[in-house]
């Protein structure tokens, strides 16, 4: 079983910035990639980004050129920089990593942008 800790959501204005944290922990299988997904009221959850062990990164078109995903292998943590905020980011953001076995989520934080 994978233990992923969210941490790093809140309010932020809009323009404003927001820099999301995901540890991974207790895993007993290699991790083989990591995302960022989302989930507004009413919506279907969508992918925001990825990012592969060899640090490979998918973007979805709305986030790309504003959102930077990064991850520190050792420490099994993926990063999501949130620059350029948006009231259209407000959502549940969720952590997913993937192993051979199953993929694993976080329990999800809570991102508002809000003036």
């Known amino acids: 079983q994978v233990r992923l800790v969210e941490s790093g959501g809140g309010l932020a204005l809009p323009g404003g910035s927001l820099r999301l944290s995901c540890a991974a922990s207790d895993s007993p299988f290699d991790i083989y990639a990591m995302g960022w997904y989302r989930q507004a009221p009413g919506k279907a959850r969508e992918l925001v980004a990825s990012i592969s062990s060899a640090d490979y990164t998918n973007y979805a078109d709305s986030v790309k050129g504003r959102f930077t995903i990064s991850r520190d292998n050792a420490k099994n943590t993926v990063y999501l920089q949130m620059n350029s905020l948006e009231p259209e980011d407000t959502a549940v953001y969720y952590c997913?990593?993937?192993?051979?076995?199953?993929?694993?989520w976080g329990q999800g934080t809570q991102v508002t942008v809000s003036s």
């Open positions: 997913k990593a993937v192993t051979h076995v199953a993929d694993y």
